[in-house]
C-alpha cells in the first residue's frame, strides 16, 4: 500500500525502558524503522534508550535525539505535520509529544502500547489519549478502554499486531545450548507481578507430579526487585532462569519450546504471542482484559483463569496431549501469516497519518 497522503516530516516520542528491552519499546522502534524503509522523513526523540534501540535506528539512518532542548536547538526549523507517542506505561515520553505537538501545531498521534492497569500515572495517561488526534489501538477492549477515557470513538483505529523475530530460528541451536532435550515451557516477559512470572513458578510443581520430566525456561529481566530471591526458593534442575539474552537467544527458545506460557493480568497483546504464533506454537495466557480477543481459547492457545491451579491444569491439558498441541500451534502460525505483520501495521499507520484533520483545541498538555 502506498499512501501519499498527509506526507511530511514524523518525529516518533517515547521513554525506554534502560536496561531492558520492553515489547511496546521494540514496537516503536520497528514502526520508526519501517516508516524510514517507506522513506518518511523520521526523526526520533527518545529516553532512556536500550543500547538496541540507538543501533537499530542509527543503522536505520534515523536522527535520534535524547533531548528535547538538543532535538529543538539543533533542529530549528524542523517542523513535523505528525508527532507519534508511544507507550504509556512510560508517560514521560507521551507527555512531552503532547508539548511538542503544541509547539510544532502537528498531529498527536498515539500508540499506548500498555494496559490502563500498568501505568504507573493514570490521570496524564488519561490527559495523553484525550489530547491526541488519533489513537491506535490492538484491541477491542483496548477500545472500550479508551472511550472510558473520555476518547472519541472517530479519534480511535484499530492497529494490527506483528512479530519482532530477529532473523532464521534455530530451536536445535537453544536445546543444545542449554542441554534441554525434553519438553519444556517457555516464559518471555520482564519479571513483574503483573506477567505472572511467580504464578508459573508455582504451578511448577503441580505440572511435576504428573509431568516430571518437563523442564520450565524463564526469558527475561528481573525488573521486580523480589524476582532472583523468588527464583531461588524454587531452585531445581528442571528450572532454566536464563535473565536477559539476546533476541536471537529468544527467537531461538521461542521456536524450540512446546509452549508459551504468559500468565499475565494486565496486557494488550502481547508482542510474544505472535512471535510464538509464527513459531507454530501455542500459548497459554492468563485472563486479562480482552484475552479472549487476543487468544482465541481452544483455537491457538488457551486463557486460564487466575492462580496456581488453573494455569497447571491448562499446561498439563497441552503438554500430555501431542496431537492438540501441535494443531493449536499450526492454527496459530497460519493466523499469524494471515492477520499479522509489520507491513499491515506501516499501512495502518499511514493510512491514519494520511486521514487525519489537522490538530484539536485540546487542554493544556499534562504536566
Not at 135 to 160: H, K, N, Q, S
Not at 257 to 286: I, Q
Request: net charge positive; charged share 25%.
Amino acid at each position: 500500500m502506498d499512501v501519499t497522503g498527509g506526507a511530511g516530516d514524523v518525529l516518533v516520542v517515547f521513554t525506554g525502558y534502560g536496561g531492558t528491552q520492553a515489547g511496546a519499546e521494540r514496537m516503536a522502534v520497528r514502526a520508526t524503522q519501517g516508516l524510514a524503509a517507506r522513506s518518511r522523513r523520521v526523526t526520533a526523540l527518545v529516553g532512556a534508550a536500550h543500547p538496541d534501540t540507538v543501533a537499530s535506528l542509527r543503522t536505520a539512518g534515523v536522527p535520534l535525539y535524547t533531548d528535547v532542548e538538543q532535538l529543538c536547538r539543533d533542529r530549528a526549523g524542523f517542523a513535523p505535520s505528525v508527532v507519534h507517542a508511544f507507550d504509556l506505561a512510560r508517560p514521560d515520553g507521551p507527555v512531552e509529544a503532547v508539548r511538542l505537538a503544541r509547539r510544532y501545531g502537528a498531529r498527536l498521534v498515539l500508540t499506548p502500547c500498555s494496559a490502563p492497569q500498568a501505568w504507573p500515572d493514570p490521570g496524564r495517561a488519561g490527559e495523553v489519549c484525550r489530547a491526541a488526534d488519533l489513537v491506535f489501538a490492538l484491541t477491542a477492549a483496548e477500545v472500550a478502554a479508551l472511550r472510558d477515557l473520555g476518547v472519541a470513538a472517530t479519534r480511535i483505529r484499530r492497529l494490527p499486531s506483528a512479530s519482532d523475530l530477529a532473523g532464521p530460528v534455530d530451536a536445535r541451536r537453544f536445546r543444545r545450548r542449554y542441554g534441554i532435550d525434553g519438553p519444556f515451557v517457555l516464559f518471555v516477559g520482564r519479571r513483574t507481578a503483573s506477567k505472572g512470572y511467580r504464578t508459573l513458578l508455582e504451578a511448577m510443581a503441580l505440572v511435576w507430579r504428573q509431568l516430571p520430566t518437563t523442564r520450565f525456561v524463564f526469558v527475561g529481566p528481573d525488573v521486580d526487585p523480589e524476582a532472583a530471591g523468588h527464583f531461588a526458593t524454587y531452585a531445581d534442575p528442571r528450572l532454566h532462569d536464563l535473565g536477559t539474552v539476546d533476541e536471537q537467544t529468544k527467537h531461538d527458545a521461542v521456536a524450540a519450546c512446546e509452549l508459551l506460557c504468559l500468565p499475565t493480568v494486565a496486557d494488550v497483546f502481547p508482542l510474544v504471542f505472535v512471535e510464538a504464533w509464527t513459531c507454530g506454537r501455542p500459548v497459554v495466557s492468563g485472563a486479562f482484559t480482552g484475552a479472549y480477543e487476543v487468544v482465541r481459547h481452544g483455537v491457538d492457545g488457551l486463557v486460564v483463569p487466575p492462580g496456581p491451579v488453573p494455569l497447571a491444569a491448562g499446561l498439563i491439558e497441552l503438554l500430555g496431549d501431542d496431537v492438540r498441541r501441535r494443531r493449536l500451534g499450526a492454527a496459530g502460525r497460519r493466523r499469524a501469516e494471515r492477520s499479522f505483520g509489520w507491513d499491515r501495521v506501516l499501512d495502518a499507520y499511514e493510512s491514519g497519518y494520511a486521514s487525519t484533520p489537522g490538530p484539536a483545541t485540546t487542554p493544556a498538555p499534562p504536566r
